[in-house]
């Protein structure tokens, strides 16, 4: 559905399939009781949850372990004012089935950051929301 502001409300497949377009996301959690936004590269798991790899011992993993967080990740191209951004609400949670662990060393995300000990973070998808900005020119 395409609203007067224009902008298009997209459906869940839609932003899942978007989200596995591009590498780098944000992670919106709380830090210190005040709002945090930390940009992070990922992978989409085939079930739909984020997974990113950090270390053990950031200040990231602490936050956010066991606590529900948003995700959001977009595409934007201004000259043309169009794009899109998709935002996953869920339980972010330390991978520590060793199974699970194997399988992402193989197949999930690489961190852009040289790493000591570390640990992929799982964020589930209980809720995702899209919206594309459908070229409208914004002007008064």
Known sequence: MIHSD?????DRQECLRLLGEVPVGRVVY????????????????????????TSADSDLVR???????????DDVHAGRRSGWSVVVTG???????????????????RS?????????????SEMVT?????GADGRP
């Not at 224009?6 to 997209?10: E, I, M, N």
């Not at 830090?31 to 945090?36: G, K, Q, S, T, V």
């Not at 852009?112 to 589930?124: D, E, H, N, S």
């Open 6 to 10: 224009g902008f298009r409300a997209l």
């Open 30 to 53: 709380t830090r210190h009781a005040l709002p945090a936004v930390l940009p992070v590269n990922f992978t989409l798991d085939p079930d739909g949850s984020v997974v990113l790899c």
């Open 63 to 73: 936050a956010v372990d066991g606590v529900v967080v948003a995700f959001e990740a």
């Open 91 to 109: 339980r972010a949670a330390v991978v520590t089935d060793p199974a699970e662990r194997e399988r992402l060393l193989r197949t999930g995300p």
């Open 112 to 124: 852009w950051m040289p790493l000591r000990r570390g640990v992929f973070v799982r964020i589930g």
């Open 130 to 134: 899209g919206r594309e900005l459908t």
